[in-house]
């Protein structure tokens, strides 16, 4: 196998610090996306879900129910102090 050389990245700097960040933001916000797309589907049948948020007075989200039309399935979960 050929040798292409040596590489050398200064991971003390401020920049790649920065990089890394946005990185992380960015992988976090993906990999919330696609558990919203996985709860959207049944567990049971694989078809798509219904789902209702209830709300308490101060409109913050109290629990979220999830319903599936073709099988029945019917999950409910109790959301946190902040949106989820």
Do not use: W
């Not at 050389?5 to 933001?25: E, P, Q």
């Not at 629990?63 to 959301?79: D, H, I, M, W």
């Amino acid at each position: 196998m050929a040798s292409i050389g040596n590489i050398t990245v200064d991971i003390n700097t401020i920049k790649f610090a920065r990089k890394l960040k946005a990185i992380a933001k960015h992988a976090k916000a993906l990999a919330d996306e696609l558990d919203e797309i996985e709860k959207s589907f049944c567990p049971q049948c694989g078809e798509g879900m219904s789902r209702a948020t209830d709300l308490n007075d101060g409109s913050q989200p109290v629990t979220e129910k999830a319903f599936c039309s073709s099988c029945g399935y019917q999950n409910e979960r109790v959301l946190g102090g902040e949106s989820e």
